[in-house]
């Protein structure tokens, strides 16, 4: 049976490897891997043992058609022969093997290559691009010393000492850090700090892998400038360390990089927690933000095809780890499609099994989460850019992989009279899917953080911007409506009130004087000396009002008793203190602006947790009434600057300036106690069930107007 449309094109051919070629055996059995390396070019290609079965019998007199024969009967479970026209033009490719017919062999896999060509500019990424420089190979000779010495296990063991010391500082500062990291994020001279800091330190990881590659007996034959996303860095081919013998070689190579930018990063930090507020602990927090940040989410990463994907493969002994993974997903699909058994194979350990089944579906979910993130934050800097990138990951991750679908559905050749119903078997259920997801109502919430507060009437405010002259009740006194507690003194009212008289007086005696001569005028000099009068009351009414006094009665609680001295300046509307009079508090709510809209809609339930006790939810109740959005918080405990999720400027001081809109509203909580006051909660708001698509959609709407358009503030509502 002939499953290929070329196999009448290759099963003539009789080939051999070159004589440059040769061939290292890596584990046993089923799990066995074979290396084909030229030692000529440095070329080289990894086979399985299924693919070796058949490829080490080339010898240059039978034919791939004999040989397939002769395979099957010999009792032996013959590849398909799509596989070995795949091995023959992969093996082509490396320039690893020789024909009787070459130039057929050629004409064979001119088509595919034409393909595979198509499909390397498919992937060509404009922020993602290489520039060969040449051989390093006489630098690196001259650097042997420096890789034997950094390989010393006495000092391996250093710098894991270095990488724990340098964590647990981490975790020790981590408010600190992570509030100063905040701050310095928006700066940008924190963003060209980062592009200084990275080119040097992946300069520093690419030598690590170089020195590692020499270390283990083999050669760099290329050294380069690559570009990610602008930010250029250097790169080294360490390929050759996929012809080492040993998986933990092989794996060395791939975690020098690694090892490397941890050992930084941990230096970073501890720079950081030692040194004094300035230029140089800045770059210390960027070199641990960089070197930590590019380990953890990328070079450590097995999802992404660097350092840690390879270092997975190697201790797995599962070479080409994505590549297999897909194909294992597609061989399965396509089995179950066609109805037919899947091929034999070595059947893999239990934890290859895992990685193969596993790899593929994480590493899709993982690059569609760092698309939108990425889409998200360059929503910030220019929307057309934004709008780019988006449409080249919605290329790359959804719309080609589903064009190569309908590609093979309507050109695959083992397909036959099933076409239609395999068509409609694969897209009938996806379509179903879909469907429910999109329209199907789900549980929709908006859940934002808050601070226990207290009713407005139970706060001390300051009437005026003044100065403190009298602190006239203690902290934790009983006191009753009415009473006196603080005294204030305010010289520039007073200036601007006997301005104001001033003026007044002199109008008076202007209207006096031209009564008579000129009446116009002086009715004119009447009704200004009439609006300085008001202004005056008004003036006086506010050094009257000086006197702060409780609002109830209860037991008063100045928030910072040591700080109420004589002399102190305060603002209009500071909170000073709260008269606690036995009810319970609020939840004070900062709700993002983008998520307005979703309250507006409607409300159903409303749930206050503690942070200390996410599990005992507590009924609240809100009125419904929206006010305008601003950008200014509450307290400080809301903001990044003081440990919670809305973003703040970093230039302002009291951490309350936010970077985009919020809506500050009260939630009434019967069931809070007094002593939760000031302490952090999240507010859930049960918006009631609805479909996934609408939600979709507003969720585009919101992304487009709020960070692609001008930020408007929402109008109060109930």
């Known amino acids: 049976m002939i499953d290929s449309p070329l196999w009448h094109r290759v099963a003539d051919l009789v080939p051999r490897l070159r004589p440059t070629v040769r ?25 399985d043992e299924a693919a070796w079965a058949f490829v080490g019998r080339f010898d240059g007199r039978r034919s791939i058609g004999e040989l397939w024969q002769w395979l099957g009967e010999n009792g032996r479970q013959p590849p398909t022969q799509h596989e070995i026209v795949e091995w023959l033009s992969r093996l082509d490719a490396a320039g690893l093997l020789q024909c009787d017919r070459l130039p057929d062999l050629a004409g064979l896999l001119r088509g595919q290559e034409r393909e595979e060509r198509r499909h390397r500019q498919a992937r060509i990424n404009p922020l ?76 520093l990881h690419e030598l690590g892998h170089a020195l590692a590659v020499r270390h283990f007996g083999a050669e760099v034959r290329h050294v380069g400038i690559a570009v990610i996303y602008l930010l250029p860095a250097p790169y080294v081919d360490a390929s050759a360390a996929s012809g080492l013998a040993r998986r933990r070689e092989r794996a060395a190579v791939a975690l020098a990089g690694i090892a490397i930018e941890l050992v ?46 390879h270092v997975l493969a190697d201790l797995l002994d599962l070479p080409n780890l994505a590549s297999r993974s897909r194909s294992a997903w597609l061989e399965a699909l396509r089995s179950a499609l066609l109805r037919q058994p899947r091929p034999q194979r070595a059947r893999p350990g239990r934890a290859q099994r895992l990685a193969l089944a596993l790899h593929a579906p994480l590493a899709w979910l993982f690059g569609v989460g760092v698309a939108v993130s990425v889409v998200l934050w360059l929503a910030h800097v220019s929307a057309l850019l934004a ?31 099933r076409r239609l119903r395999v068509a409609l078997q694969l897209l009938l259920p996806g379509a179903t899917l879909l469907a429910v997801l999109l329209w199907l109502p789900l549980p929709h919430a908006t859940v934002a953080e808050a601070v226990a507060w207290m009713p407005e009437e139970a706060l001390v405010r300051a009437p005026a911007d003044g100065e403190i002259v009298a602190v006239q009740a203690a902290d934790r006194q009983r006191v009753e409506s009415g009473a006196p507690l603080l005294r204030l003194h305010s010289p520039a009212l007073q200036v601007e009130r006997a301005e104001v008289h001033a003026q007044r007086i002199a109008l008076e005696i202007e209207a006096l004087q031209q009564q008579i001569r000129h009446p116009a005028g002086a009715a004119r000099a009447e009704a200004r000396a009439q609006a300085l009068q008001q202004q005056e009351d008004e003036l006086s009414r506010r050094l009257a009002q000086l006197d702060s006094a409780s609002r109830r009665a209860g037991q008063l609680r100045w928030i910072a008793p040591e700080r109420l001295v004589a002399g102190r300046i305060v603002s209009r509307g500071e909170v000073l203190g709260h008269v606690l009079a036995g009810d319970r508090l609020i939840a004070r709510v900062a709700v993002p602006g983008e ?44 903001g990044s600057s003081g440990g919670g999720a809305i973003e703040v400027d970093p230039a302002d001081a009291e951490g309350l300036r936010t970077l985009a809109p919020v809506a500050v509203i009260d939630v009434e909580v019967p069931a809070l106690a007094a002593d939760r006051l000031g302490g952090r909660l999240k507010v859930r708001f049960d918006h009631g069930p609805r479909p996934l698509g609408g939600r979709l959609l507003e969720a585009l709407q919101r992304l487009v107007l709020g960070r692609f358009g001008e930020a408007v503030d929402v109008p109060a509502g109930g």
């Open 595 to 638: 998520r307005v809209a979703d309250l507006m809609r409607g409300v159903q339930v409303v749930e206050v947790l503690a942070l200390e006790a996410p599990a005992r939810p507590q009924a609240g109740r809100w009125d419904g009434v929206l006010p305008q959005t601003a950008l200014r918080l509450p307290v400080r405990a809301l």
């Open 23 to 47: 061939v290292r055996h890596r584990g046993e059995g089923e799990a066995a891997r074979h290396l084909l390396a030229d030692t000529l070019t440095g070329r080289h290609h990894l086979l």
């Open 387 to 417: 709008l780019l990138v988006a449409a080249l990951s919605g290329w790359t991750l959804l719309l080609r992989p589903l064009l190569q679908l309908m590609r093979w559905l309507a050109g695959a050749p083992e397909l036959g009279g």
């Open 128 to 203: 993602s691009w290489r520039l060969p420089l040449g051989d390093p190979g006489r630098w690196l000779v001259r650097l042997d010393p420096l890789g034997r010495l950094l390989a010393h296990p006495l000092l391996l063991l250093a710098a894991l000492l270095l990488v724990l010391l340098g964590a647990a500082q981490a975790l020790l500062e981590g408010p600190a850090l992570l509030a100063d990291v905040r701050q310095r994020l928006a700066s940008p001279v924190f963003l060209a700090s980062v592009w200084a800091v990275y080119p040097l330190m992946k300069a």
């Open 264 to 309: 930084l990063a941990a230096l970073g930090v501890l720079a950081w927690s030692v040194l004094q507020p300035g230029p140089v602990r800045d770059l210390a927090l960027t070199l641990a933000l960089v070197g930590a940040g590019s380990t953890l989410l990328a070079n450590a990463n097995p999802l992404v095809r660097m350092d840690g994907y």
